[in-house]
């Protein structure tokens, strides 16, 4: 009867986790959604690229132009001008 209470209570810890990240990450999203469409529209305007699709939208493709790296730099690089911006 002991462990059954324990597995539920882990259960129940586990969930406030799950449910904790899953709240963190929303709010993150949230919080940068602007300044990643930002960054992605610099990108796709500076670059050779017609189109950029979300990577979990593509079921299959022999295209292997990957544009994370210049969209995570450009992400930076409008991050640190908003973080002096404030000071």
Do not use: H, W
Request: with cysteine.
């Amino acid at each position: 009867m002991q462990r059954i209470q324990e597995e539920t209570q882990f259960q129940q810890i586990g969930g406030r986790v799950q449910s904790t990240l899953q709240s963190s990450q929303n709010q993150f999203l949230e919080s940068y959604r602007s300044l990643l469409g930002e960054a992605l529209n610099e990108i796709y305007t500076e670059g050779d690229c017609d189109l950029i699709p979300r990577s979990d939208s593509i079921a299959a493709s022999g295209f292997t132009y990957n544009v994370t790296f210049e969209v995570t730099a450009k992400l930076n690089e409008l991050l640190t001008d908003l973080s002096a911006a404030e000071q």
